[in-house]
């Protein structure tokens, strides 16, 4: 069998992976999953950022068949599963490194272990995805998709080098703008970005009086100008007609991408279980790599800065003491805000306006946000949220605020305070 080769090609900025939030990698030992293995190297900046999984499945229950399974055999059946994933280790990064083994479906293993653990990346192979893999529900990668709450990469077969041409699915959303964050620090140097739209109700635009090449090319400027792209990179704006799966996969083919990168959406366990086509289809048909970027990874960037994450739940009945006491420990401090409302519509909103205060309205209900303007102007911005269904603030191990999430509706608001 070839060895797979890690070459030296890095990604520019790279994933902030450390012990305390990891990257986790998938592996079930076989060849199908070497490149999760060099991929995970090739984007963590230390080995001990990165912790190997491999989950034994459980034996099928067949009729008339014992109601348990010897304890040696799934002694055997574990022991095995390690072996061949440290021979998987030799064999790709070329040195020696722990195996964890779980008992459990991989998927829902790899997800819970991402959860409690403050993953920053899931990384697994793309698997194989015929129909028999469908009906015996073994598309891992896809259905981690489906079930994590973290950014999810998986892997085409014989993928060992940061990507250097990226096609980013953009709805427009929060979560694809995360997605393409995400994908410019997996990027590597001199990488060039495709922003393309992948909402079919875009191609309606022209019918509602608008053209869509104007109003689509102005949406993906303004989502180029919400990157941070660095100077090596390029981001081409790429307008497409048609079925946007298809156009989208097309495209991807037609620039020889490594990586398409997409949000996915769902806002609980049953709208995760029903993912929307787009990303069932790019994932089942794609030939290069897919990065998901969840709808609930709500403080991904903000909590791998943290050693350890510290998430306090505000009580309802401390809103407003709270909310008092996070203005006085926080005035001045200069944030970026950021909104992802599907009822009112998506959208991303950076500045760099100091916090004046934070504040909940006991008669309507309400909780406003205010900041002042730069350069000390008199005049200041305010941000009133309704429908508040709870309040999360993010500190540091000093137990300074780092982040403050206003859940609402289906959505949310996030401030993350720069420094």
Known sequence: MDTLKIPSIQPEIGVRASRTAPIIVGTDGEPQSDSALAMARVL?????????????????AFPDAPSSVNADVEAARRAEAKHE??????????????????????????????????????????????????????????????????????????????????????????TSLRAARLALNLAATGAVIYLAPRDSSLYEWAEKGGSYKQDAGDALQKVRDQLHVPESMTVQKVLLQGDPTTELLAFATSVNADLIATGSHGHGFVARMLIG???????????CSVLSVPHSAVMTRARVSVDPPSIVEVPHAEWA??????????????????????????????????LMGAAFDVHDQHVQLMFGAPGGATYHLTR????????????????????????????????TFAA
């Open 277 to 287: 086509s787009v990303t069932t289809r790019l994932v089942r048909l794609s030939t």
């Open 85 to 174: 994933a440290l021979a998987q280790v030799e064999r790709v990064w070329h040195d020696v490194s722990d195996v964890e083994v779980y008992d459990g479906d991989p998927a829902l293993v790899l997800a819970k272990l991402a959860h409690a653990a403050g993953a920053t990346l899931i990384v697994a192979g793309i698997g194989r995805h015929r129909v028999m893999d469908r009906v015996f529900g073994s598309e891992t990668a896809l259905r981690l998709i489906r079930v994590a709450d973290c950014p999810v990469l998986a892997v085409a077969t014989a993928t060992s080098r940061a990507p250097r041409r990226i096609v980013v699915a953009v709805d427009f959303s929060e």
């Open 44 to 60: 963590s900046a230390a080995p001990e950022a990165v912790r190997l999984v491999t989950a034994v499945r459980p034996v099928p």
């Open 321 to 354: 003491v709270e909310l008092e006491a996070f203005s006085r420990r926080n005035f001045g401090r200069h944030g970026m805000l950021e909104v992802d409302d599907p009822e009112i519509g998506a959208q991303a909103q950076e500045f760099d306006y100091p």
């Open 384 to 415: 009133s949220i309704g429908g508040v269904n709870s309040i999360d603030v993010l500190r540091d191990e000093r137990g300074r605020d780092l982040a403050i999430r206003i859940a609402h509706g289906n959505g949310q608001t996030l401030l």
